[in-house]
């Protein structure tokens, strides 16, 4: 699955990002391969915005498209990090 | 350059390696340098550290503004916010440099949202800098009911950790005294024999980390390839801060406060369209309104032509008469020392201030990013990510200003775009007024053409670039930051800055443009000018031909050839098409000279030729449709 049908609320694992700039971005921003985040918000066609702890992040639709994760076992508002 | 092989420890303190920083301090003078994520409120401790004087320039080359002041025998210098330290844009170079050549570093971090910040952290700590953390936003620390270890996280770095609360002053002394315990903290171990070697290439460790994460320009500069281990680097360091966090971080309760469930509402389109609509209302309030009417009737109207120009054509005439060509270049109709000085003063400071504190109370609320991420999906369609919402803002305030604003966008491709899109469709502040003036006296069904063939044309020439330059544009990909209260003082302390910057910046070119237009017109150009566009004007536009005369006029001042129609007698339909055509037309001549400054002959003069083929084209076939046989 791509990050772009992720629904709102749902909890995902990051699996890969191809775009290369876009992942060092991510790792500053907190967020690896292996992270599990939060859909906070979409924007109907438009960014899908993502929510780890504290942390949130937009990320265009078309980027989202490049991303892809899995659904995450754990729903809830568990304690993650890593 | 000469290169210190040999010292291991010891070269921060070496000048000679300052690459293209360009900042001109004493012999002896140590920099302090200020670095941090974006919004982390680093500004309050810079204001703190430097008291009154403060120099302002532009970096080199870059928009990015640089602040420097005297801290005693020692300079503090400001950084733009960054989220690491590397080359993906002009605000990241320029921090790059600086804090290349700092000599000591303090790193505002946000204990809220140390994932994030202690990111850069480590790697300010892997390049050996001597550091001191200043832990910011406290006080929300208690409100977002977490805990941290302060005296843990001093221990696990290896450097000196401030708690502080900059917003209520609190901790900035502290800060001050524990700069003389900067230390470099613990670097990560796995770094170190790389480090080492590297060091003994390029002789400063903070370069050699820069050249090891793959930097290029650093590099280039010493003549080597770079590395290619930034991913295994980024991996590591990323994991070291979670696991320093994982330590010293406690969270008890990770419910939503007030403050991000309006930050999500504003991110959701039922409640954040009206949202965006009341804070447009607002803000055409105080620019549009408080400050393009009333503030600048009195500057302009009032002080500028009222008192200032009477005075200088006083002191001027009896020495150099008006009728002379120097005259007029001095003191005639758009004289350097009348019209330009009345037109930067009078005009463009009060508006460009006024657009700047717009800005600045956008950015400080946190409010610009949710509104790039709602805007991304429809500038996506011109080929601009939602990034570009920030130049074509500026745009409708001074189209010079948003022109060197599209710096900031992420590649050339869009760079090219907006400067277009700028350069053609968009109305500057100054030509807004007196179009609106002219529409306002038509009613609705002629507003409602005016406004759809130029929101149309924009569309379509966005789609066509977008179509048809070739590359990729860079996708969103942002920090949403907390809604935060902005504080007066620092907005208006942006704002200053920045307006001082623009004014600085363009105001040579305002007036190299005033000098052409005067000789244009003591030569007889600009009377020549008229008559040739008269045939395109007569049969071609159906305007009578004295509106030639607007449409040259408009490369002067764009508000000037607008205002020239007001006192022309036409048909509703004719205002309308030469509004429209006035509107495509060539923007002024200070935005035309910044256009060719910024993006180059190769570019400029398909732009420029280009806004003269669009509006007599649009223009032509709408009254050819429109207006009928003649």
């Known amino acids: ?82 | 350059m000469e290169k210190d092989t040999t010292a291991v420890k010891t070269t921060h303190g070496g000048h000679c390696h300052t690459g293209s920083l360009a900042l001109n301090l004493p012999e002896g003078c140590k920099k302090i340098v200020l670095v941090g994520n974006p919004n982390v409120g680093k500004s309050v401790f810079f204001n703190y550290f430097s008291g009154l004087y403060v120099d302002v320039s532009n970096y080199p080359g870059t928009t990015v503004e640089i602040s420097l002041a005297r801290y005693g025998e020692d300079a503090i210098i400001d950084t733009p916010g960054i989220y690491g330290v590397s080359s993906f844009n002009d605000e990241e170079i320029v921090a790059r440099d600086i804090i290349l050549s700092a000599d000591k570093v303090v790193n505002v971090v946000d204990a809220v949202h140390l994932e994030r910040d202690l990111f850069l952290t480590l790697q300010l700590i892997d390049m050996g800098l001597p550091l001191i953390v200043a832990l910011n936003f406290m006080d929300e620390v208690e409100e977002h009911r977490l805990k941290v270890d302060v005296d843990l996280l001093s221990d696990l770095l290896g450097v000196p950790v401030i708690p502080t609360s900059a917003i209520r002053k609190q901790g900035l002394a502290e800060v001050a005294a524990a700069l003389s315990e900067a230390r470099e903290g613990h670097q990560d171990p796995f770094l170190h024999k790389k480090l080492h070697e590297m060091l003994s290439r390029v002789g400063s460790q903070p370069e050699a980390l820069m050249v090891l994460e793959g930097d290029a320009y650093v590099a280039a500069r010493h003549g080597i390839m770079s590395g290619a281990d930034r991913d295994e680097i980024y991996v590591r360091r990323r994991e070291r801060v979670n696991d320093i966090i994982g330590h010293v971080v406690t969270d008890f309760d990770l419910t939503e406060t007030i403050r991000q469930k309006i930050g999500r509402l504003v991110l959701n389109p039922v409640v954040g369209i009206p949202i965006f609509a009341v804070i447009l209302y607002g803000l055409y309030q105080l620019v549009g309104v408080l400050i393009a009417q009333v503030i600048v009737g009195i500057t302009e109207e009032e002080i500028m032509k009222g008192y200032w120009e009477p005075f200088i054509r006083g002191i001027i005439e009896p020495v150099i008469s008006q009728k002379t060509a120097l005259g007029t270049a001095l003191i005639g109709e758009f004289g350097v020392l009348t019209m330009m000085v009345t037109y930067l003063l009078g005009l463009l400071l009060p508006l460009v201030l006024g657009f700047y504190l717009a800005l600045a109370l956008m950015e400080d609320s946190g409010y610009l990013p949710r509104l790039a991420t709602m805007v991304d999906r429809v500038l996506n369609a011109i080929g601009l990510n939602g990034r570009a919402v920030v130049p074509l803002i500026l745009g409708f305030g001074c189209v010079t200003m948003a022109t060197i604003t599209t710096r900031l966008l992420g590649t050339e491709r869009e760079k090219t775009i907006a400067t277009a899109i700028l350069q053609w469709a968009i109305p500057c502040s100054a030509q807004l007024a007196v179009i609106t003036v002219l529409l306002a006296k038509l009613g609705g069904l002629y507003i409602m053409l005016y406004a759809g063939v130029i929101f149309i044309t924009l569309a379509v020439i966005g789609t066509v670039l977008s179509r048809t330059l070739s590359g990729k544009s860079s996708p969103l990909l942002i920090d949403i930051p907390p809604l935060r209260l902005p504080r007066l003082d620092n907005v208006v302390r942006k704002a200053v800055t920045r307006t001082y910057a623009f004014m600085k910046e363009a105001t040579p070119w305002f007036f190299a443009g005033a000098l052409i237009v005067s000789a244009m017109q003591v030569t007889g150009m600009l009377g020549a000018w008229q008559e040739i566009l008269a045939p395109v004007t007569t049969g071609w536009l159906k305007l009578p031909k004295e509106a030639a005369t607007a449409f040259i006029m408009g490369f002067v001042r764009r508000d000037f050839g607008a205002a020239g129609l007001l006192h022309m007698s036409l048909t509703p339909m004719q205002t309308v098409l030469s509004l429209i055509t006035i509107t495509l037309f060539v923007p002024c001549i200070a935005s035309t000279m910044i256009l060719f400054k910024e993006r180059g002959l190769k570019q400029a003069v398909p732009i420029w030729l280009g806004s003269w083929v669009l509006a007599l084209g649009v223009g032509g076939i709408l009254a050819q449709l429109l207006i009928g046989g003649a």
Do not use: W, Y
């Not at chain 1, 699955?1 to 992720?6: E, T, Y």
């Not at chain 1, 859909?39 to 942390?55: A, E, M, T, W």
């Open chain 1, 1 to 82: 699955m791509c990050l772009d049908q992720v629904k709102i609320g749902e909890r995902v694992i990051i699996k890969e990002i191809l775009d290369g700039t876009a992942k060092t971005q991510f790792i500053r921003f907190g967020i690896g391969e292996g992270s599990t985040v939060t859909c906070h918000s979409k924007i109907p066609f438009g960014p899908v915005v993502l929510r780890k702890n504290r942390q949130e992040i937009a990320i265009g639709r078309e980027l989202a498209r490049t991303i892809t994760v899995e659904r995450s076992d754990h729903g809830g508002k568990g304690h993650h990090r890593g």
